[in-house]
């Protein structure tokens, strides 16, 4: 891994969640991200795609493991990600951890 970018917090969640960016996206567009929560930290290779609905749109995609999201962050009624998560609660690490790192002016 390259240097590691600045550590951001998530405080909406009970247990704290450190949304770290790895890579700054690059020329291709493609970046990456680290969640850590209880000392596990996991790796999301991720990378802007054009949204023309309203909101920043992004595929995620969780190193070492086949599943890949599309997450919307915006606006609250902009906000979407394809997993369980989302699909249940309305909110979720993939979309909180992108509005962190957005609302800190990292991306
Ligand atoms: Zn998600």
């Known amino acids: 891994m390259s240097k590691v970018g600045p550590v951001v917090s998530d405080a909406a969640e009970s247990v704290p969640r450190l949304i770290r960016l790895i890579r700054q996206p690059g020329p ?39 599943s890949l999201y599309h997450v919307r962050v915006g606006m609250p009624r902009e906000c979407s990600c394809e997993c369980l998560g989302f699909l249940a609660h309305g909110r979720c690490k993939h979309l909180q951890g992108l509005a962190a790192l957005i609302g800190h002016d990292l991306l």
């Open 28 to 66: 291709d567009g493609v970046g990456v991200f680290s969640i850590t929560k209880d000392r596990r930290t996991q790796f999301y290779v991720f990378k802007e795609i054009p949204c023309a609905i309203g909101g920043r749109g992004f595929a995620v995609h969780r190193l070492g493991l086949a």
